[in-house]
């Protein structure tokens, strides 16, 4: 195959606590796999697997250095969702499981309705009902060509 495309396929963000992070994207309804996997935790992320691990593992095998971050990392991770309700749901659920709100649902110039809250290691989330992006059945976000 010439040129396979591109596949985001797993996606590592770093944390501090492994166990406290695990216990908080299961509290979010992430499906744990891999269990015996040792320093680090892998979820179902819906074809994606979200992984958590050290940042000073991570800097270790990248072979770059650790640098203190605070404030905004450049990045967000976004849950999309079929209606405004569930966008409420998510954002009590996560705020449930110790997330910080950073904006309370609101409905937003593009039309859609959405929230911000940070996970324990400050990784920024987005929960968002998009009505010009529908959902699959099984929950994928399907975009126009």
């Known amino acids: 195959m010439e ?22 994207y299961e509290a979010l309804g992430f499906r ?12 179902d ?3 994606v697997i979200l992984s ?10 990248a072979g770059i250095a650790v640098e203190a971050k605070s404030g905004f ?7 999309n969702v079929a209606s405004p309700e569930e966008v409420d749901r998510a954002v009590a659920r996560a705020s449930a499981a110790g997330a910080r709100t950073l904006k309370k649902p609101t409905t937003v110039f ?9 996970d324990p ?8 009902y998009n009505p010009t992006f529908p959902l699959s059945d099984d929950g994928r976000l399907m975009l126009p060509d």
């Open 45 to 47: 992320a819906g074809g």
């Open 121 to 128: 290691d400050d990784h920024i989330w987005e929960v968002a």
């Open 3 to 24: 040129n396979p495309a591109a596949r985001l396929t797993l996606l590592t963000i770093c944390v501090a606590d492994i166990a406290r992070s695990a216990a908080f």
């Open 73 to 79: 990392r450049d990045v967000s991770l976004a849950w």
């Open 110 to 118: 593009w039309g859609g309705y959405t929230a911000y809250f940070a």
């Open 52 to 61: 958590l691990w050290s940042a000073s593992e991570m800097a270790k095998d």
């Open 32 to 43: 744990r796999k891999a269990h015996k996997a040792e320093g680090v935790a892998f979820f």
